[in-house]
């Protein structure tokens, strides 16, 4: 059983910094990727960022340049540093990664969300 659990989130004035976490737990054999998505009130959920196991990134436009993604190989963690922080940012964030459990194919999870508030 694979578990991802996220941490980081909360409330935030425009212009401010947020780092979420989500740690990757359970029988891994390998994770092919890690990333983010999110979801805003009445919008559909969008994706934000992605960082394979190579290490190559990608972010969509809207955050492009503000938030970056890395990844603790040793700890399974992926992050998301979001600076300068916009009203529009606000959303619960979920994590998504494609793992390989030992004796499973791979397969996609996802976090519980965590709720990131931008005020203006």
């Known amino acids: 059983q694979v578990q991802l659990v996220e941490s980081g989130g909360g409330l935030v004035q425009a212009g401010g910094s947020l780092r979420l976490s989500c740690a990757a737990s359970?029988?891994?054999?390998?994770?092919?990727?890690m990333g983010w998505y999110r979801q805003a009130p009445g919008k559909q959920r969008e994706w934000v960022a992605i960082?394979?196991?190579?290490?190559?990134?990608n972010y969509a436009d809207s955050v492009k340049d503000r938030f970056t993604i890395s990844r603790d190989n040793a700890k399974n963690t992926v992050y998301l540093q979001m600076n300068n922080l916009k009203p529009e940012d606000t959303a619960v964030y979920y994590c998504?990664?494609?793992?390989?459990?030992?004796?499973?194919?791979?397969?996609?999870?996802w976090g519980q969300g965590t709720q990131v508030t931008v005020s203006s």
């Open positions: 960082m394979t196991s190579g290490g190559s990134t």
């Open positions: 359970g029988s891994i054999f390998a994770i092919n990727f």
């Open positions: 998504n990664a494609n793992i390989k459990a030992m004796g499973d194919m791979n397969r996609t999870y």
